[in-house]
């Protein structure tokens, strides 16, 4: 910014793109409607050199010159003024562009995107060869020129036969394969008036059902230990035996109180099951679910029902015909991945002995069906 001046809009534009800057952020379109500002440069510009500028060609054919190449003279031109670079063929010089081929490759890892491969519009063609090549010096041939040499470009890709003419009246008519993998921006249509939609911010639902407690899915670990994964856990079939063995004793306080049913454990048993209900039913036409039904559990063998998939740690006691008991089914509770390591159960364990007494004492009123 110039010192003295105060527009708004920029700060490092030169001067020039000041104006237009300053225009694009206030409601008026020109720059010479704003009012007590002059800038006194430059001139208005003269049709030549509005011409000049103005060659852009549209794939509708608007901007094209009249004038017309076929595809012999095509070869010639091109061969004089671009086959040094592309080869003569459109396969290219060592690594300039490659002009032709690459039909089919448009879904590789390395696209070969030639003018017949890739390209939409032959206006482009035109308009490219016109604006800029012969690289270095661009612009410097005729309008049948480049209509010759557009023509045996399009022979190049196999799109025309030898004696086809192109002119600014045939132009349209030639379509390239990939026209329709172009489209147009419709997330007007589409993406807009999804998120525009208002969002619902109450009573969105009928009913709201509780499935899962992030305790239980073990997304908030209680301890360290609780991180071990839950695919490590899966691929594990290490024998479980003296680890799991070692570890059943700490539950035996919890596990004598079973002995006497009593109906105020249950009870509580019964809340306390509200942490494994997401996985395990008991009762009346208690199925499996992500865990296997645990009627009649207490007197099981481990692992031990048919229709179950268990892991291997539960294969591997069933094997040994290991039974569940208070005992080992306390130990299990407190620490699930610790007494059966490999265990597919995702639990992170009860925390207390009171809760694993009243669960065991819960789970024992349920016999098989
Ligand atoms: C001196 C080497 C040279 C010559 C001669 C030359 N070109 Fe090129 N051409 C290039 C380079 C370099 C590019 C890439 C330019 C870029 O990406 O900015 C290119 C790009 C092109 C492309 C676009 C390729 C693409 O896929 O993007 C076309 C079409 C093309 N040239 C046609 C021609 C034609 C027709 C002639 C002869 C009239 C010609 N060129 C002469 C070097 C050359
Ligand atoms: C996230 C699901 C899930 C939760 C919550 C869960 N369990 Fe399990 N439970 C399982 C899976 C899976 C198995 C099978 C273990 C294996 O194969 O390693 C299992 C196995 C068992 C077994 C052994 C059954 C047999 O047939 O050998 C018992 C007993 C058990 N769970 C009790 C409970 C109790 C009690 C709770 C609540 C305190 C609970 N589980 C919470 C998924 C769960």
Not at 85 to 91: A, M, T
Not at 156 to 167: A, I
Not at 225 to 243: F, G, L, R
Not at 355 to 361: L, Q, S
Request: charged share 25%; proline share 6%.
């Amino acid at each position: 910014m110039h010192a003295g001046m105060a527009f708004e809009g920029g700060t490092s534009r030169p001067a020039l793109f000041v104006g237009a800057a300053w225009a694009e952020s206030h409601e008026s379109p020109m720059i010479g409607e704003l009012e007590g500002i002059t800038f006194d440069l430059g001139r208005e510009a003269l049709p030549e050199e509005v011409a000049a500028w103005n060659i852009d060609i549209r794939p509708d054919g608007q901007g094209l010159p009249v004038g017309s190449g076929d595809v012999w003279t095509g070869e010639e031109v091109y061969i004089e003024n671009c086959a040094m670079c592309h080869g003569d063929f459109g396969e290219a010089v060592g690594r300039w562009p490659v002009l032709a081929g690459g039909w089919d490759t448009l879904t590789h890892e390395d696209p070969v995107k030639t003018p017949g491969s890739y390209w939409p519009y032959l206006s482009t063609v035109w308009d490219y060869v016109h604006r800029a090549m012969p690289y270095g010096q661009a612009q410097s041939l005729t309008d049948d020129e480049v209509y010759a040499i557009t023509a045996y470009l399009l022979y190049l890709n196999n799109l025309v036969d030898d004696d086809f003419e192109l002119s600014n009246e045939n132009f349209t008519e030639v379509r390239l394969p990939n026209e329709d993998g172009f489209f147009m921006d419709d997330r007007e249509e589409g993406e807009i008036p999804a998120f525009s939609e208002e969002p619902c911010m109450e009573n969105c639902k009928d009913s709201v059902e509780i499935t899962m407690r992030a305790t239980i899915l073990d997304v908030t670990p209680e301890e360290e230990e609780a991180e071990v994964t839950e695919a490590a856990a899966e691929t594990s079939d290490e024998p479980a035996t003296e680890e799991a063995a070692a570890e059943e004793a700490p539950a035996e306080e919890g596990a004598t109180e079973m002995a006497a049913v009593d109906p105020a454990l249950v009870e509580e048993g019964e809340g306390v099951f509200r942490k494994c209900r997401a996985c395990h039913q008991v009762g009346e036409g208690a199925v499996n679910r992500t865990g296997p039904h645990l009627n009649g559990v207490l007197g099981r063998t481990i692992g031990g029902l048919d229709d179950f998939r268990y892991s291997g740690v539960f294969e591997e006691a069933k094997a040994a015909g290991e039974v569940w008991g208070p005992e080992n089914l306390g130990a299990y509770l407190a620490d699930p991945r610790g007494a059966m390591p490999g265990t597919k159960m995702s639990f992170a364990g009860l925390r207390s002995e009171d809760e694993i007494a009243v669960m065991i004492a819960y789970l024992s009123t349920f016999e098989a069906q």
